[in-house]
């Protein structure tokens, strides 16, 4: 959403920026760090990160600072008046129990991919061990890299070309693991490829260990809002067999969810 430059509170945008200058790479940040992160001055930051200790969504020791417990404020109010989680939830906990995987809906936000249901009773094994997979980093509310998860490419493919080529445009593609692909002109093959099949497949480029197979989910109207995923171990499962035994199962939910978009 746009809005006039009149009514936008500067104050406000920068205090949110502050807050999502912390992140999994960087928990814990002073004034200096914030601004190179945010683009303020170093005073400004530091006023920033002081009021929002004062109002309790950070912590810090006089000198660093990190979120507080406050902040999952937003995310559990989100979570729990959402429309979108709320009507997917008893489809993936059922495609859980059918086919023993892990299933998750996620939307794209800029350059990530945020996770916004999942599918319940999940157990913690690991992507080498037995038994249903959980990433890492697979909760409610992660944010993973678009580039390098299946979910992400089927949101990309999902943009009007042009909308996709502005989203390129300088992209750097970080090397999430020896699998990645982070050239550019592989990516953009690999993004067209997904557009004509119309689903993708990411095997260990994520995390070493892990294959994932992801599907759009599109509103009546044809829009893609979403994307859902079932992840597996690679010990549990190849690619192929995943494609063969899971993706019909996947195009199914996703016209079964299509009336609740």
Known sequence: MTIARADLIEGMAKGMAVLESFDTERQRLNATLTAGRTGITRAAARRHLLTLAHLGYLETDGSYFWLSSKVLRFSGSYLASARLPRALQPTLNRLAAQM???????????????????SGDDRNFSATGGGRVTAY????????PAHATSTGRVLLAAKAKTAFNEW???????????????DVRSFRVLIEKVR?????????????????????LRNNKGVTVAALNAVASHSRISVSDMQRDLLTTLFEAARELRPLL
């Open 196 to 216: 004509e099949n119309d689903f993708c497949i990411a095997s260990e480029e994520h995390e070493l260990g892990v294959h994932a197979l992801a599907v759009p």
């Open 100 to 118: 023993q995987e892990s299933f998750s809906v996620v939307v794209l936000d800029a350059d990530e991919v945020v996770i916004v249901a999942r």
């Open 137 to 144: 980093g697979l909760h409610l509310g992660a944010r993973l």
């Open 168 to 182: 390129m445009r300088g992209r750097y593609l970080q090397r999430m693991t020896p699998l990645t692909t982070v």
